[in-house]
T-cell receptor, first 111, second 112 residues
Framework: GEDVEQSLFLSVREGDSSVINCTYT??????LYWYKQEPGAGLQLLTY?????DMKQDQRLTVLLNKKDKHLSLRIADTQTGDSAIYFC???????????FGAGTRLFVKA | DAMVIQNPRYQVTQFGKPVTLSCSQT?????MYWYQQKSSQAPKLLFH???????NEADTPDNFQSRRPNTSFCFLDIRSPGLGDAAMYLC???????????FGPGTRLTVT
């Protein structure tokens, strides 16, 4: 079935790198996304990767995709307290409108 | 600023009393989505509109309905809310599919 799994919590120190991991099940996924949700706000797209790519870098963000293992990761370099939020992994499936979200990883950044 | 607006941000309704949540967008996007998000869970797609075409998810209860009278507005109607319907309801839009989704801030529904 369709499922996206990610760990619920991650705690890092300010200035360290954060790595948030995600696994998905649908091998036909065309796009994989990382969304960020801050308290009281809606989800905001951080970055996405096409399924035919292995890596994408965007400033402090690096996305790695391992299609064989259906594993997606988001690395945040030089993590700041403002990065504290919930990060959702998501995949678009079936070439259609449906996007499946994970339950979100809550990132705590300690000063 | 172009955006997705949801009203109200907080809604309290009584068990069994119909309630309507509102979403509007200034992005002129073709697709509008409604998600239900319970605490510490993934947002769950209820349905979406591509223009005027309505697409219901197979496991969305009949208690949930939607209307899209024009491109800018979309409504979520809960005909007889139960305690289990208490959640955050998120509206999102996208230009096309698959594409980046733009989310509103959500409406937190409480059922008493």
């Amino acid at each position: 079935g369709e499922d996206v799994e990610q760990s619920l919590f991650l705690s890092v120190r300010e200035g360290d790198s954060s790595v948030i991991n995600c696994t998905y099940t649908d091998s036909s996924s065309t796009y994989l996304y990382w969304y960020k949700q801050e308290p009281g706000a809606g989800l905001q797209l951080l970055t996405y990767i096409f399924s035919n790519m292995d890596m994408k870098q965007d400033q402090r963000l690096t996305v790695l995709l391992n299609k064989k293992d259906k594993h997606l990761s988001l690395r945040i370099a030089d993590t700041q307290t403002g990065d504290s939020a919930i990060y959702f992994c998501a995949e678009s499936i079936g070439g259609g409108f449906k996007t499946i979200f994970g339950a979100g990883t809550r990132l705590f950044v300690k000063a | 600023d172009a955006m997705v607006i949801q009203n109200p941000r907080y809604q309290v309704t009584q068990f069994g009393k119909p309630v309507t949540l509102s979403c509007s967008q200034t992005l002129n996007h073709n697709v509008m989505y409604w998600y239900q998000q319970k605490s510490s869970q993934a947002p769950k797609l209820l349905f979406h509109y591509y223009d005027k075409d309505f697409n219901n998810e197979a496991d969305t209860p009949d208690n949930f309905q939607s209307r899209r009278p024009n491109t800018s507005f979309c409504f979520l109607d809960i005909r007889s809310p139960g305690l289990g319907d208490a959640a955050m309801y998120l509206c999102a839009t996208s230009r096309d599919e698959p594409d980046e989704q733009y989310f509103g801030p959500g409406t937190r529904l409480t059922v008493t």
